[in-house]
């Protein structure tokens, strides 16, 4: 692939899909969160390099975020999320592939490999909702972003430990840029009104639900992330599904990709490498 940033298009269930891919071996998809201003490339660039020596890699964005096509009266939600994806999977011939899922992702990747699991091989959950959890303020914050530089470079202190990430010259102002491109924030605002724990209860799967998830599961969260709560969430999801475990970066964020780029990518190959 000669611009693995530039990205590709394939369409995916009826919805013009923007993706990355690299890499050659076995299928993995990247799935991205759900903060303003967010991308497959934005939350995947550092470690594609890395995975891709190892792993055909596949970044989509999913449908109302990114350079995906945003079609008119679509209603935003697991659904078409879902059903997105299965289509991704099926247009590009793949047969099963394991998922990396990020925050939102991860929740997305938990409703996929409850209804559809002879897609996957195995799941890699990073930060994850998908369980139910009393709403942070930091997730409402990121949820409820109107636009402006102020409140992006707030809310990207809350993604991580590190605050030298947050503060990198025009990191704020570029992210900015992102969640103002024509029809950006109109599809984020849509996605999650208050009352936002409604959103959290939308995206969450019952407990019954996650314990016929038998597929090889790794929960990874950072241990200061202000967003999604570790106890609530990976703690809980690494005791009810049946063959989860565990893994935790300290002096971390919601951000593991990026503030453990390295490690967290080591984690993911031994984990996948099995």
Not at 178 to 204: H, K, L, T, W
Not at 217 to 235: A, K, M, N, V
Request: glycine share 10%; proline share 5%.
């Amino acid at each position: 692939m000669e611009d693995v940033g530039k990205g590709l298009f394939i369409e995916a269930a009826g919805i013009n899909t923007h993706y990355h891919e690299d890499g050659q071996g076995e299928p993995v998809i990247l799935i991205h969160g759900s903060g303003p201003g967010v991308s497959a490339w934005a939350n995947w660039r550092l470690v594609f390099p890395i995975l891709s020596k190892h792993y055909h890699l596949y970044a989509p964005d999913v449908v109302g975020f990114g350079d995906t096509d945003r079609p008119e009266g679509i209603t935003y939600g697991m659904d078409i999320w879902i059903k997105q994806i299965v289509g991704f999977i099926e247009s590009l011939g793949l047969k099963k592939v394991s998922i990396v899922g990020n925050s939102m992702g991860g929740g997305l990747a938990l409703h996929l490999a409850h209804q559809r699991p002879d897609l996957i091989n195995k799941l890699i959950l990073m930060g994850s909702v998908g369980i139910s959890f009393p709403l942070t303020k930091g997730l409402d914050d990121v949820w409820g972003y109107t636009p402006s530089v102020e409140n992006m470079q707030k809310m990207l202190r809350t993604f991580v430990s590190n605050q030298a990430i947050a503060d990198q010259d025009g990191l704020a102002e570029m992210r900015y840029k992102a969640s103002i491109q024509p029809g950006y924030q109109e599809s984020f605002s849509a996605m999650f009104p208050a009352p936002r724990q409604q959103c959290v209860e939308d995206m969450a799967l019952s407990e019954e639900q996650l314990r016929q998830i038998t597929l090889p599961t790794l929960c990874i969260h950072g241990r200061e992330d202000q967003i999604i709560p570790i106890f609530e969430t990976s703690w809980r999801l690494a005791n009810i599904l049946p063959n989860a475990e565990l893994h935790v970066f300290s002096h971390c964020g919601h951000w593991t990709q990026i503030e453990k780029t390295v490690p967290f990518a080591n984690v993911v190959h031994e984990f996948l490498g099995r």
